[in-house]
């Protein structure tokens, strides 16, 4: 479980992040939703330590991020698996070899070990044939697999995604998010996952936190969200000409 | 007050390259890549340069020294001294600062532009220490002997010159590199070879480390770890050659 405490974030006096608190609980796919510019990757960036709060709490099971040392932050960095937007793949090493790294960086694995874990890895996402290619020759669907299979080498604890399905066709995504949904349960991990796709909402949103302005405006269960009193949310989740028909019909089916 | 921001990044971020690594045997794999990459793929524009310039060094002196009350081994001392005091230890990496330099900015710039290092801090590792450390420790090591190398072809390349031309004689030539030859000169210039080598690299990856933006960005951090790499190299050109030979 990860504890977002009375987190403000700002960059050159202004404020990003605005007294910001969430529980995201283990073995649930936790969103946080919202429009671009509202702070989300911000957010995320600040759990793991790459941004520094101004103040506040981010508490792994209990002990607090925020107050410690970079070798302290080590050890819990060490149970966290992140999948950027980008895939953030090492583009000089190949798949295999990507997903092998953290492996021989912090395990004493014999390379057969190794190979035989990101393995099963790939296997894991369907990557079966692109072991020796790199970054460069594969898709961005499997640029996602591979950096999701990376992210799951060393066991985590905790899983991030950043907009995992930005950029990949509608059904890429439903697979990507169908994988992600599937890990989280399968090895019992807090997953928090970034987006402004309500595909993914609707798919795999267990927790929604909706973040507006760098404020959390809404919180709730995917089959809330369509229902939920929230103006701001109504304007997110109600953009396209199609989901206000949606809306208008649901409205007429209601009464 | 900009430059004071730079320095104190600098040094930190420096502290952060020296310390203990996560894995002993990973740094050392990254340190034969790095020698591979920064001192083998620089050996060519190296004896390239230094076979040409050694010749015009030579050519030079022989135009300058037409006079009858100079002895023709003066061209061999004089190419000798150029070559081995300034030429090979400070042009050379000069040029070694635009051909690496631009390579690791430009290298660790990508790699910050696309999450790479954000992916490597997240998993825990020392992104600086791992990205940086490698290139500085490889580029101390190889530097010195491709100093050594464009040395050796410079002065063949000023042989070859004088023999080609008719500047010089051949015997001339080597009596002239060999008259009054102080083997400071050499440790000399190796000195300042290791503060260069640790210059280029370390501005250059502090260039890329820090860049933040797009493609664009990723260009001009090259062009300021080259610009500045360069401008720092005078600068202890200058120091070190007063503290070693005044």
Known sequence: MIEVKNIYKSFNGKAVLKDINIVFERGKTNLIIGESGSGKTVLMKTMVGLFNADSGEINYEGKNFIAMDFDHRKEIRKEIGMLFQGGALFDSLTVEENVM??????????????????????NRVNLKTAHKLYP??????????????RAISMKPKYLFCDEPNS????KTSILIDNLIYELTSELNITTIV?????????????????????????????????????????????????????????????? | MNWFFHIGRYYIMMSRVFSKPEKWSIYRKQFIKEIDNLGLGSLGIVVIISIFMGAVITIQ?????????????????????????????????????????????????TMRVTEQIDALEIMGINSKSYLILPKIVAAVFINPFLIVISMFLALLGGLIAGQMTGAVTHYEFIY??????????????????????????????????????????????STNAVVYSSIVILLFNFILTQLLLS
Request: proline content about 4%; some cysteine.
């Open chain 2, 61 to 109: 002196s022989a135009f300058g020294f037409e006079s009858p009350w100079i002895p023709l081994y003066a061209v061999g001392v004089a190419s000798r001294d150029s070559i081995v005091l300034e030429f090979s230890p400070t042009i050379v990496s000069l040029i070694l600062a635009g051909k690496v330099g631009s390579n690791i900015a430009s290298e660790i710039g």
């Open chain 1, 194 to 255: 970034i987006t402004h796709d309500m595909n993914s909402v609707m798919e795999i949103g267990d927790n929604i936190s909706f973040l507006y302005n760098g404020e959390i405006n809404w919180k709730g269960h995917r089959n809330d969200v369509m229902y939920a009193s929230s103006p701001e949310l109504n304007n997110f989740v109600y953009a396209s000409e199609f989901m206000k028909k949606l809306k208008s019909t649901m409205g007429n089916k209601s009464h």
């Open chain 2, 176 to 221: 002239g590199i060999q008259y009054d030859f102080r083997p400071f000169n050499v440790t000399y210039a190796l000195i300042k070879t290791l503060f260069f080598a640790f210059i280029i690299t370390s501005v250059s990856a502090y260039h890329g480390y820090y860049t933040q933006g797009g493609a664009l960005e990723v260009g001009k951090s």
């Open chain 1, 101 to 122: 790294f953290p492996l021989g960086m912090f395990t004493n694995m014999s390379v057969a070990e190794q190979r035989e874990r990101a393995d099963f890895c790939l």
């Open chain 1, 167 to 170: 950029g990949l066709d509608p």
């Open chain 1, 136 to 149: 460069a020759e594969i898709s961005g669907g499997m640029k996602k697999r591979v950096a999701i299979a």
